[in-house]
């Protein structure tokens, strides 16, 4: 058989499975049939990867908001509508489309968008796989359309360019979500039809909750479980087994939308009325900062999980000499004196600052909710992760017994800045 339609092919490919003939069919085909079935997305892809003719309520949709577990195809499913948006046939006096590729960091939409397992590169066959230039942050097909890389992080980047289509990623987690986002609708401007796929693990987000409710965005959600088949076993033994049914789970794993736990300590709009786009000049600094005028400022969440000593006092070390560090903070109670000792022996100069839990966690924490209650501590851009486990620490913990490595980072950190000694200037040594 030999044959240049890709339908035909599909047909035929349906017919024989029907039939039963299927290993006599795919031996009947030649190399580049057979590879062109490997390539044929709307062949493989399930329904909910594939673009949804119109939004909710009917109507054309201009934004596509694709909510899915871990693993659940999302980028997938980006990549392969960017690159129908790309090879799409046009008219003879229609330009080439221009793309936006929008990742949480440049890093992100190189090693994701474009050169992860599922993206640009991977999607294409190799006589049509684009060139991406690393140096330009820029991919190029051969018939001439271009997609350009930007980072969340830098939401002015998007101020000038235009665009025919986007690809946003994993847009809960981007550190200036409006901002980039409202400069990214700015650029939207290009061809008879400008549209934007949005593939996201969903938090209960402002911007998030603002696309659910616009009549111009199509919604699909999709669990973790729908792409099991692709999915390592021990993958879903052990984690969807772990977390199935706990709040973290039904997040992460079932695209749920959730809102804050009735008893946590950190409310969500508690932490979105605190939110600033950057922080002030910092008297001290210890991954979080306070100011001269004695307001806290969070900066990053450097949590790291499951690393040999080595590993995380690197880690550690990194974080400290980001942000131009004070101090690292080590609790006594949970080996700080191994900590001190490890991260002597990658840098004997770090100054390390111990303390010692005497109270519980929650009872430790609330001194610092207190602080946010005040409109005393901010954070800087988005910390999803951090923010994620606040609002779901209330009096038990976290929901599913689980441990808040992240939160007791954080009340550790406003603990030494704030609630003890936090008038002290800054501190270069022990």
């Known amino acids: 058989m030999r044959t240049n339609s890709a339908t035909i092919l599909r047909d035929a490919l349906s017919d024989s499975i029907r039939r039963g003939t299927l290993k006599r069919f795919l031996e009947s085909l030649s190399a580049g049939e057979l590879r062109r079935l490997h390539y044929d997305w709307p062949l493989w892809a399930r329904e909910d990867q594939l673009a949804p003719e119109a939004a909710q309520g009917g109507g054309d949709w201009t934004t596509w908001l694709m909510l899915g577990g871990r693993g659940a195809g999302k980028t997938r499913a980006g990549a392969e509508w960017v690159r129908s948006i790309a090879e799409a046939p046009r008219g003879a006096f229609q330009p080439p489309p221009r793309i936006a590729l929008i990742g949480e960091t440049f890093a992100d939409a190189r090693s994701v968008m474009v050169e992860g397992v599922s993206g640009l590169l991977a999607v294409h066959p190799p006589e049509t796989r684009p ?61 008879e039809r400008p549209r934007q796929v949005v593939t996201t693990t969903p938090r209960p987000l402002p911007l998030i909750k603002a696309l659910l409710a616009e009549p111009s965005v199509a919604v699909t959600r999709v669990a973790t479980a729908a792409n099991a088949v692709n999915l390592a076993p021990r993958f879903l033994e052990a984690i969807v087994g772990k977390y199935r049914g706990t709040r973290l789970g039904r997040q992460e794993l079932m695209a749920e939308l959730l809102e804050d736990r009735p008893d ?32 806290g400022y969070v900066l990053k969440d450097r949590t790291v999980q499951g690393l040999s000593p080595a590993g995380w006092a690197k880690a550690a ?27 002597r022996q990658v840098d004997r100069t770090v100054p390390v600052r111990s303390v010692r839990a005497t109270r519980g966690k929650f009872l430790r924490a609330e001194p610092v909710a207190a602080l946010y209650e005040q409109g005393r501590v901010f954070h800087v851009g988005s910390l999803a992760e951090l923010e994620d486990e606040m609002s779901d620490f209330g009096p038990d913990g976290l929901s599913g017994g689980r441990s808040p490595d992240r939160v007791d ?17 800054r501190v270069r040594g022990l």
């Open 409 to 425: 980072a954080l009340v550790w950190a406003l603990t030494a800045l704030m609630l003890q000694g936090g008038g002290e200037p």
């Open 131 to 191: 060139l991406f230039e690393a140096s330009k942050q820029r991919v190029t097909w051969p018939n001439g359309a271009v997609a350009q890389l930007f980072s969340a992080e830098d939401p002015e980047s998007l101020r000038g360019p235009q665009f025919d289509a986007a690809w946003a990623d994993e847009l809960a987690k981007w550190r200036r979500p409006e901002a980039t986002w409202d400069m990214l609708q700015f650029g939207l401007r290009l061809g």
């Open 317 to 343: 070390l990194a974080a400290y000499h980001a942000v131009e560090a004070d101090c690292i903070v080590a609790e006594v109670n949970q080996g700080g004196e191994l900590v001190e000792a490890v991260l």
């Open 264 to 295: 946590a300590l950190w409310p969500r709009a508690l932490i979105e009325g605190l939110r600033v786009g950057e922080a002030p000049a910092l008297r001290r600094i210890v991954v979080a900062g306070v100011s001269g005028d004695g307001l």
